[in-house]
């Protein structure tokens, strides 16, 4: 077992190096060039299509535009806003949220292509219900039925020790924030998250609609407290993260010092990470949604990402950077321990809770979601009763993961998730040519963009 723990390790270090950031890095930069930059080039509008309609009313059952990219949404703000961005400070320097940054952008061309597909190429369940995602537009759009086949039945399965994992973080937190017994955690999760799921994706959008617009918000305005107090350094928060972009950092108080390659490694895995684009996972809370245009519904993963990665994560690198603890002595032992660090030191003993309570939040939403996902998966390779066994399988991982069973699986996670990311960017290369006749559909039609802004004939 060891020897193949071992071999594991080594391919996953491998392919999460150079292949993985070619993949997602150029590939998303490649997408959004295909499409004109148009992130760039009408981002007032996609901001007006999205942040200005996120309470728009929908019929009593269906799924607003806003719910589908907050179900999505669940599942990329979790922990890995809170406790991965210090890590990456730590690893790869200040400069890392530089590289974060810049793969956001190029991530948009991946995300919006992905969610447009998966719109275009979704259709109705046995209940009535729409679903879609990489295995709907491989079958239908590429008429390779054994690539989405393949997709399906990874991702079905990666999930399992992905659950267990975040189920296992949420019990550790709890464990040293309240003292509670890991069984207790995982019992209280696993009946909260399963009567969420049990209730579908209009369930599910009605919680995730509520719950992450508050649980971000919590987070993001007790953080922007300590950078506004902090303001003064600013300036110097800056320069960290452009100034050591592109040159190594020697070490300081508690940071160890880093290389270039270390800084871009560690920011574009933490913007892979953040927001999920390329996976193929969002086209399938997306493809649920009610709305007029494929391209309309594809602005919600700008959101997303804006949210995700520009908000949240900066807003903790940001808390990091600006309260010094990450070059305080000993920072380097315990990377996602700092934003409690900044919080406690901040607010005292309840900046602590705080940031706590925020994780616990960010997991349980993460959960919801990803069962959701897994249940997509088992429909379309088996049917919609294999979907309600895996259902419970998946509630089941829960338990067993918060008490940390089973951890030998968690090895294969990162390799798993390679193993779809790699066949949907794929397919996303060679569908590409659809969404951008799509997009020039949609931007030229008096039905929508032109007359959303008042040009229509």
Avoid at 136 to 146: F, P, Q, R, T, V
Avoid at 384 to 395: D, G, H, N
Wanted: charged share 15%; glycine share 12%.
């Amino acid at each position: 077992m060891d020897r193949i723990i071992e071999i594991v390790n080594i391919a996953t270090g491998w392919v999460w190096g150079l292949p993985m950031l070619l993949t997602l890095g150029l590939g998303g930069l490649f997408l959004s060039a295909r499409l004109g930059f148009f992130q760039v080039r009408y981002f007032p509008y996609i901001i007006k299509q999205t942040f200005g309609k996120m309470f728009m009313k929908v019929e009593e059952g269906e799924v607003s535009p806003f719910a589908a990219a907050t179900a999505a949404l669940a599942s990329t703000v979790g922990a890995s806003n809170i406790i991965g961005v210090p890590a990456a400070i730590m690893f790869g320097g200040p400069g890392a949220v530089f590289w974060m940054w810049v793969m956001a952008f190029m991530g948009m061309g991946s995300k919006f292509v992905e969610i447009v597909l998966g719109f275009k190429y979704r259709e109705k369940n046995e209940e009535g219900e729409y679903v879609g995602g990489p295995m709907y537009y491989m079958e239908k759009g590429l008429n390779m039925k054994w690539l989405g086949i393949f997709f399906s039945f990874v991702l079905m399965v990666e999930l399992v020790p992905s659950i267990m994992v975040q189920a296992n973080s949420v019990s550790a937190s709890a464990l040293e924030a309240f003292n509670l017994n890991p069984a207790i955690t995982g019992g209280v999760t696993l009946v909260l998250v399963g009567l969420v799921v049990i209730g579908g994706i209009t369930r599910i959008a009605k919680v995730t609609e509520k719950l992450v617009p508050f649980m971000a918000l919590a987070y993001f305005v007790g953080a922007m407290v300590i950078v506004i107090v902090n303001i003064a350094e600013v300036p110097r928060v800056l320069g960290l993260i452009f100034g050591y972009a592109f040159r190594p950092m020697s070490a300081v108080g508690g940071f160890a010092g880093s290389v270039v390659a270390a800084s871009v490694r560690w920011g574009v895995a933490r913007g892979v990470y953040s927001n999920e684009a390329g996976m193929g996972t969002a086209p399938m809370a997306h493809s649920s949604a009610t709305n007029d245009h494929a391209v309309r519904q594809g602005f919600w993963g700008l959101f997303e990402i804006i949210v995700d990665t520009i908000i949240i994560c900066s807003t903790t690198a940001f808390v990091v950077l600006s309260s010094g603890v990450w070059n305080a002595p000993g920072a380097m032992d315990n990377p996602s321990g700092l934003p409690a660090a900044a919080f406690t030191d901040f607010y005292g003993p309840i900046g602590g809770t705080v940031v706590t309570l925020s994780l616990l939040l960010f997991v349980v939403s993460t959960l919801i979601v990803i069962i959701f996902y897994g249940e997509k998966q088992a429909e379309f390779l088996f049917g919609l009763k294999f979907s309600r066994v895996m259902r419970y399988v998946y509630l089941a991982s829960i338990f067993i993961g918060a008490i940390g069973g089973a951890k030998t699986l968690w090895i294969f996670l990162d390799i798993m998730l390679a193993m779809i990311i790699f066949p949907n960017m794929l397919a996303l290369f060679l569908l590409h040519g659809e969404v951008r006749e799509l997009t020039q559909e949609y931007f030229s039609s008096e039905k929508y963009y032109l007359k959303d802004i008042g040009k229509a004939k």
